[in-house]
């Protein structure tokens, strides 16, 4: 059905260059009633991909006491569909989800009503939402720092393992800390991976992932300062990592349905969990 002539059509044709040659001139999301999409873009074949990506947020205090652990996630679509496609994507367990922010084409009402994302994608590229998940409560890995200070100098080990199974690899493990200005200089090694004292007085140490057959620690001494008999500020143990195929959220996409296309599309999904902020501290 084709709505008869009225002013507020000849007002729109005017703005979006439909009524003279002006639509030869503008850029496609320009022309198109939809302001996020290009005007009628064509493919040869039609395919979605829709990506979990969350990071993982903690604070571990000094008595080893998990006092936050929370997850910002986002919805990424990359989306190459012919025409005018309609979607709805649904989760299966969307009551979880906190402080959910939208891109502008997501239609509100079905979310509202039914939790349901109702939307027609841009081209290409985009993040449809994101969120938070809060109050987790166990992490993947664990990091053990101890240190002892006397004699002006200061001991240290730390240790690095798995704390809750995601099921998947943990990978691309790496603890960082910052050495304090009354540290003269620091002798570090590892059981696994490898130690570098950086320019910045930042020691990085790359693990990699855990082997099943040892956990990884590192230990070694920091020389402080002449006439510091002990540190007085101990440093706080940032460590990051990276793990496929999974959403820590335990968020999980139930279906994707998608509509107004000429033929079957590709639709293929993926997770990604890394970390955020992962603090732990000594």
Known sequence: MIAPPNLVNKMLS?????SSNMSDTLPGATSSLIPWRTTDPKYAHNEVYVDLV????TIINRDGVMVKCEIYGEVQVNSHLSGVPDLTLSFSNPSILDDVRFHPCIRFRPWESQQIL????PDGQFKLMSYRVRKLKSTPIYVKPQLTSDAGTCRVSVMVGIRNDPGKTIDSITVQ???PPCILSADLTSNHGTVNILANKICSWSIGHIPK???PSMSGTLVLETGLERLHVFPTFQASFRIMGVSLSSLQIDKLDLRNLPNRPYKGFRALTKAGQFEVRS
């Not at 109702?118 to 994608?121: E, G, I």
């Open 14 to 18: 005017v703005v979006t260059g439909n």
């Open 54 to 57: 969350e990071e993982i947020d």
């Open 213 to 215: 057959d040892k956990t």
């Open 177 to 179: 800390f910052q050495l």
């Open 118 to 121: 109702s939307f027609v994608p």
